[in-house]
């Protein structure tokens, strides 16, 4: 698929390209013990996109995310990004997982949640220097989240949680944002917030890929669509791929 955008530096691995960077699968399997869930997939995705995963329950949309993730090892075919194995550059890849899987209560602040983005980069033990603490501020105020930074993550909006993590793969400086069903649980506002966000996020460069259910909003969201129901239906620009056809087949095979 090819994206409109042009002229537009790509962030990430704390390094700024003026190339267009690809995201290719090439044939993925994968699965859990012995149970396929995704067959034979192949798509390409570019850099300044934003690509929702969209599919009924069961279909491999997070088990699709977690083979992007490195969470899951794929049984054949190659991800590449930018012509290289994907695996060689996680550092650019950020996971942000369905807020139900996150222990809320955990005592943490918003801050020391973002914080954590800058591990990779200068370990778990390390002090952060000045250059990590203004990558961190520097998330923190473009996701506004600088008046709450010392606010436990349970006290937080659902709106504001995802901004956190958000901010997170910020100040990881990813390329890649990863999203399981982020839309889930907002209210109206928080929705429009959010979607406003992913589409900044992808104009200055960076592949926003989310899993998501809700056709109505996909393409206010959106710029390319991937239905998929354990293989791939169609992928591409999401107004030529959500149509009643292609619809049907993802959701009511004959």
């Known amino acids: ?22 995201l290719e699968l090439q044939k993925i399997t994968a699965g859990y013990a012995d149970e396929p869930v995704l067959q034979d997939i192949s798509f390409t995705a570019d850099c300044g996109s934003t690509l929702a995963l969209i599919g009924p329950n069961g279909a491999g949309k997070s088990t699709l995310l977690n ?55 200068v370990g778990s033990w390390k002090a952060m ?52 069903e ?3 649980g907002l209210d109206v506002p928080g929705t429009e917030a959010l979607s406003q966000i992913l589409r900044s996020l992808a104009a200055e460069g960076r592949l926003v890929i989310a899993s998501h259910h809700d056709m109505a909003t996909a393409p206010q969201i959106f710029d390319q669509a991937l239905l998929l129901r354990k293989q791939l239906i ?8 959500l149509t009643p056809d292609n619809l049907k087949r993802t959701f009511n095979p004959a």
Not at 150 to 164: D, E, F, K, T, Y
Not at 234 to 241: D, H, L, S, Y
Request: with cysteine.
């Open 67 to 121: 083979a992007l993730a490195g969470l899951l090892p794929v049984w054949s075919g190659s991800i590449l990004w930018n012509n290289t194995a994907l695996a060689e550059h996680r550092h650019e890849i950020a996971y942000l997982p369905q807020r139900s899987e996150v222990n809320w209560q955990f005592p943490i602040t918003v801050r020391q949640l973002v914080e954590m983005g800058r591990y990779p980069a």
């Open 234 to 241: 169609a992928c591409g620009p999401v107004q030529q791929v």
């Open 129 to 180: 220097r000045s250059h990590d603490r203004e990558i961190v501020e520097k998330a923190l105020c473009t996701l506004g989240l600088q008046d709450i930074q010392n606010r436990q993550i349970g006290a937080l909006s659902g709106g504001q949680q995802q901004r956190c993590f958000l901010a997170r793969a910020l100040a990881q400086e990813a390329h890649i944002l990863l999203l399981d």
């Open 182 to 184: 982020p839309f889930t």
């Open 1 to 22: 698929m090819v994206n409109e955008h042009h002229d537009h530096i790509c962030w990430g691995g704390g390094h700024h390209h003026h190339t267009r960077h690809q």
